[in-house]
Structures are given as C-alpha cells and as structure tokens.
C-alpha cells in the first residue's frame, strides 16, 4: 500500500514538490539534479494532480528520455495510484502549454498530452503572463543596465507618483529588457496584490485583436485592457505596418494615462526610430522616460555567469568564466546559453565541465566570430612553460623565473588581448599600468637582442594561439 503525502489535506504544492525531489534526489546524480529538477516550480495542487512549472519542452523529453521510470514511480509513490504532475510550459513569447505525467499508466510510464490553456483576456481570469523568476534579485547591475533599473525600481515603487510614464526601454537582442520590464510586474504585485497588472507582447496583443475582431468582441477586448493600473508591452515595435491596432492601442494609451495608470513599453529601437509607427503613438511614446540598455562589460557578464551557474548549483573556476566572458560579448542570453549547453553536455555525458568543453562550447555558440583568449589562459600556458605556480606570479616575489613568466604573461597578454594596461595590471595582484608597460618593453627588448629567448616566446604564443583552434 503506498502512503502518499496527498492523504494529508494541509499539504500545500511546494510541500508535496519537495516530497518529490527528496525521492528524485536520492536516485539521480547531482549535478543533473541541480540542473534539470531544481528549476522546476510547483504551481498548484488539486487532488492527487500537482502541476508544475518548467522552462521549455526540452525539460519534459530530457526528463522522458533519461529519467521516465523515476518520475513515474515518484508520482506513485507522493501522489498516489491515481497521481497526476503536469508540467506548464512557459514559452518565450507566453504560449503556455501542458503535460501529463500519469502514474498508473501501463503502457508507456509518461504520457504526454499538450492541451491549449485560453489566454483570451475577455473570457478568462486575469492572469499576469509574468514569469516568476523575473525580478530585480535576480537582475545583475551594470554599467550598461544601470539607469534602466533605477528607472523601474523608482516605477514599482511609486506607481502612478512618477514622470516616467510611459517607461520606454530599448536595446539589443538578448541584453535583458524583457526580464527588467516583468522585473517591475512582480514586483508591484508582491507589494500590491490586488493592482491589475498584465504583460505581453506586441504580437500577442495584436493576434488577440485580429481574433476580438473576428468573434465581434472589439468593445470587451478594448475595455479589458483599459481597465489595467500597469501595462506591460514588449516588443513595441511589432507594431509596425499594422494601422488598425495602433489606433487601437492609441486609445487604449490615453485612456490608461490619463486615469495616471502606468505604462512600460520595450523595443529594439527608441520611438524616434520606429519608422513605420504613427506619429501620434511616437509622441505618446516620448512622453514620459525612454532610456537604453547597452551590452554588458567584462565585469557585469561575468557577474552574470557567475549568479547563473551559482543558481545550477555548479562552481565554475575564473579561468572558464573569464573566456566564456572575453569570447561571448554582447548577448545576455548567449551567455546564459552558453552555461544550458555546458550543464546540458556534462549531465548528458555525465562527466565534469573541463577546459576542452567550454572552448567546444564557446566556439558552436561564437560561430563566425573570433574567439579570443583570456589573459588567466595566457598565464596558466606561460606558468606551466617556466613551471611556475600561478599564484607566484601575482605576489610580490622576485625570483628570477617567476619574474620572467610573469613579464612574458603580461607582454603576451597586451599582444593577444584587447585588455587595457589596468586591466592586465589587475591580474598580476594588482599591479599599476606602468609596471605592465616596463615589462612590455623589457620582453620586446630581451626578443629583438636574444634570438633564443624570442623563440621561446614565439613557441609560448604558438601554444596558446593553437590551443584556441
């Protein structure tokens, strides 16, 4: 007789989810636990039936493929004979679908049925499309992010008492707007519950306008939407070229700011440069606070790597940080790509994420771009030539070899890098821009006088260069 945890009518989603996990853990390695289970967030708990939320499709066939048998006896075991987990999938654009897992079902031990979930805002219950993980927390700073999030952060917590209405955010592909807009939903919801708050996407709203049209709802669809206190619209720009929704949306806009609700718009682009939209919308648009987000720097993606993989459970050392960060530049989501392949890879393969994987790595995500080399690579090559531990380098220690790996690793690096001097310096524990500069010039004039020395150099460099390819 199996004792499942849903006889107990107090036990709340998380609770019986984490009943699940105890048993998942128990029987899968740990970084696949880390990677593929831990992410996955209960929602809600029906009966014998516990949905849970996962990041995309792939979770349920890597899940199936590798780990079916466990989940099933799991959702026997915690939820019973008659026990059901659905997974909800939610998509990047907020196209939500589900999946069964059953646990009595003989022939196959997972069966997957993809059943549409209504997100017409007329007929069914407001529901956000927020995405949960979302949030300022989790939000890494930067130099290039900085006023954007100052900006948001000043919007959620003095809704409707500021200038920036609209908010208008643009930026690149994959730097983070969408996360920073829906930053602010959750964020206003968490302190103000009741506040009607709703995100989607351009597109999204302009399909549900194309289907209000068909079904004769146009007066519903208009009113819901004029009825929020915070609208969220990502992707403004997908508006373009479609003149019946922009008018639409115009009135939607004046309705909303005039009754002093708030109004955060994204694009790829500043309204000035949204050729194609109407000139009354780019007004509107211009109205309140429009601020950019620019590419992450060095410090901020590394930052970034560094909260990802932390949140996988999985510490990477400097040395793969820093060329993950040197060779995957301006993209956020790259980056975090770059980090999914990598756990995706070692847990597949079940084997440690090594030096010869992330360069594999790294070059299937940098496809036609140059892959650059980290300056911590150049020293562990130069210190492994002269046999000198790393760390030696970057203390104060004037033995003749160490001196000379160290001067060759600096030299080299403002050769094979685009590190500025201070940059370099901080490598070497700190050391100012002048010390790199004597040593530049002490390695390129110990080449140009001793031919064997500039053989050793170019022997050092070609090691490096061919390691890379």
């Not at 508006?239 to 009754?259: A, P, R, V, Y």
């Amino acid at each position: 007789m199996v004792n499942s945890v849903t006889n107990d009518i107090s036990v709340t989603p998380k609770g019986a989810w984490k009943e699940c996990l105890k048993f998942i853990k128990a029987k899968v390695p740990f970084l696949t636990y880390n990677t593929w289970f831990l992410p996955i967030k209960p929602l809600e708990l029906n009966g014998a039936e516990l949905k849970i939320q996962v990041p995309n499709n792939f979770f349920i066939e890597w899940i199936d493929e590798h780990y079916s048998s466990i989940i099933k006896k799991t959702v026997k075991t915690v939820l019973g004979e008659t026990g059901k987990l659905v997974y909800v999938i939610l998509e990047e654009k907020d196209v939500v679908e589900e999946a069964t897992v059953i646990a009595n079902k003989k022939d196959s031990p997972v069966q997957e049925e993809i059943l549409p979930v209504d997100n017409n805002p007329v007929t069914s219950e407001l529901n956000s499309n927020l995405n949960p993980r979302y949030t300022f927390d989790n939000f890494i700073q930067g130099e290039g992010n900085q006023l954007a999030r100052a900006a948001a952060i000043a919007v959620s917590q003095n809704l409707g008492q500021t200038s920036f209405n609209p908010l208008f955010i643009y930026g690149g592909v994959g730097l983070g707007k969408t996360h920073i807009i829906q930053a602010i939903g959750n964020s206003i919801l968490s302190k103000m519950p009741n506040k009607k708050v709703i995100y989607l996407s351009s597109d999204i709203f302009t399909v549900e306008f194309v289907e209000a049209i068909q079904n004769n709802t146009v007066n519903d669809f208009s009113n819901f939407y004029k009825s929020m206190d915070v609208l969220i619209i990502d992707d403004i720009q997908f508006l373009i070229g479609k003149e019946k929704t922009q008018d639409l949306f115009f009135h939607i806009f004046n309705t909303l700011h005039q009754s002093g609700k708030q109004i955060v718009l994204s694009s790829d682009k500043p309204p000035k440069d949204l050729k194609g939209l109407n000139e009354r919308l780019i007004s509107r648009f211009q109205w309140g606070l429009t601020v950019d987000i620019q590419p992450p720097d060095f410090e901020t993606r590394i930052a970034i790597l560094k909260n990802k993989s932390e949140n996988y459970g999985l510490k990477l050392s400097n040395e793969i940080l820093e060329y993950i960060s040197h060779n995957i530049t301006s993209n956020i989501r790259e980056l975090e790509g770059c980090l999914i392949k990598l756990l995706a890879n070692a847990s597949l393969n079940n084997k440690d994420i090594d030096f010869e994987l992330v360069k594999k790595t790294v070059k299937e995500i940098a496809t036609g771009r140059e892959v650059k080399i980290s300056i911590d690579f150049i020293t562990k090559v130069v210190c492994d030539y002269y046999k000198v531990p790393e760390n030696k380098v970057r203390e104060k220690n004037r033995k003749k070899e160490v001196v000379t790996a160290r001067q060759v690793a600096m030299f080299l690096s403002k050769k094979l890098t685009q590190s500025s001097l201070k940059t370099i310096g901080l490598h070497f524990g700190g050391r100012d821009h002048s010390t790199v500069i004597h040593a530049y010039n002490s390695i390129g004039k110990e080449i140009t006088t001793d031919a064997r020395f500039k053989e050793t150099v170019d022997s050092i460099r070609s090691k490096i260069e061919l390691s890379i390819d």
